[in-house]
């Protein structure tokens, strides 16, 4: 069985930083892209972060340029998200996903790319 666990999520104040980790079990994904989305209530669930298979290209949402930064480890099948700076309006659910392509193109900034989807982490950010 395929899984991913999200783990990392919590509340902290405005400025502060948390780090998401997302590990896979049941396959590997080194060769796939993998993704961070978030979704806040009442709001479409949104891409924050795509990496390619080996981690040589990334993409960003633009709100989340130069505070967070994505990466893997696919000795350890493991994927990451270290958000820094963060703010009120970064709170939401944030889910880790995987595709089954190596190489990110735009198509991976859309959630109807990914193939296998975590259960999400709750990130709460306090003014």
């Known amino acids: 069985q395929v899984q991913l666990v999200e783990s990392g999520g919590g509340l902290v104040q405005a400025g502060g930083s948390l780090r998401l980790s997302c590990a896979a079990s049941?396959?590997?994904?080194?060769?796939?892209?993998m993704g961070w989305f978030r979704q806040a209530p009442g709001k479409e669930r949104e891409c924050v972060a795509a990496?390619?298979?080996?981690?040589?290209?990334?993409y960003y949402a633009d709100s989340v340029k130069g505070r967070f930064t994505i990466s893997r480890d696919n000795a350890k099948n493991t994927m990451y998200l270290q958000m820094n700076n963060l703010k009120p309006e970064d709170t939401a659910v944030y889910y880790c996903?995987?595709?089954?392509?190596?190489?990110?193109?735009?198509?991976?900034?859309?959630?109807?790319?990914?193939?296998?989807w975590g259960q999400g982490t709750q990130v709460t950010v306090s003014s």
């Open positions: 049941g396959r590997r994904f080194n060769n796939a892209v």
């Open positions: 996903a995987a595709g089954e392509t190596p190489f990110l193109s735009s198509r991976y900034r859309s959630d109807r790319s990914y193939d296998y």
């Open positions: 990496i390619n298979w080996n981690g040589s290209a990334t």
